[in-house]
C-alpha cells in the first residue's frame, strides 16, 4: 500500500516562502512511469492541482495560479518530492496534499492521480 508523508506546513506572512516535502513509499510502478504532485483544498471547494513532475523529473505541469511562484522537484534517491512556494500570498492558504499517479502516455494528468497523503496546512497571512 503506497504511503505518502507530507511535512514542511506552516504559518508564514505574506510574501514570505514555504517549502513542503513528502517522502513516497511502497511505489511499485514499473521504469519510474509515475507522477508526484501537489494539490490543495479548503472544506467546501474542490481540490486543486497545483504542481505536478514526472518521476525522472523530466517534465513539470503547474497551475496558473502558482506559475512562476511555486517549483516542484524530486529527489529519487530519496524518494521525496518537494514543493518549492514563493512569494506566497493569502489566497495561498489551504490544505496542501501530495499525491501519486501513473504516469500516460501524455503526461500528468491531474485526474490521474489515485493515492493521497494526509495534507500538511499552509497559512498565508
Known amino acids: 500500500h503506497v504511503q505518502l508523508v507530507e511535512s514542511g506546513g506552516g504559518s508564514v506572512q505574506a510574501g514570505g516562502s514555504l517549502r513542503l516535502s513528502c517522502e513516497a513509499s511502497?511505489?511499485?510502478?514499473?521504469?519510474?512511469?509515475?507522477?508526484m504532485g501537489w494539490f490543495r483544498q479548503v472544506p467546501g471547494r474542490e481540490r486543486e492541482g497545483v504542481a505536478a513532475?514526472?518521476?525522472?523529473?523530466?517534465?513539470?505541469y503547474y497551475s496558473d495560479s502558482v506559475k512562476g511562484r511555486f517549483t516542484i522537484s524530486v529527489d529519487n534517491a530519496k524518494n521525496t518530492v518537494y514543493l518549492q512556494m514563493n512569494s506566497l500570498k493569502p489566497e495561498d492558504t489551504d490544505m496542501y496534499y501530495c499525491?501519486?499517479?501513473?504516469?500516460?502516455?501524455?503526461?500528468?494528468?491531474?485526474?490521474?492521480?489515485?493515492?493521497w497523503g494526509q495534507g500538511t496546512q499552509v497559512t498565508v497571512s
Open positions: 499525491a501519486t499517479g501513473h504516469l500516460y502516455v501524455n503526461g500528468c494528468l491531474w485526474i490521474g492521480f489515485r493515492y
Open positions: 511502497r511505489l511499485k510502478y514499473p521504469d519510474r512511469s509515475y507522477c
Open positions: 513532475i514526472s518521476a525522472r523529473g523530466v517534465s513539470t
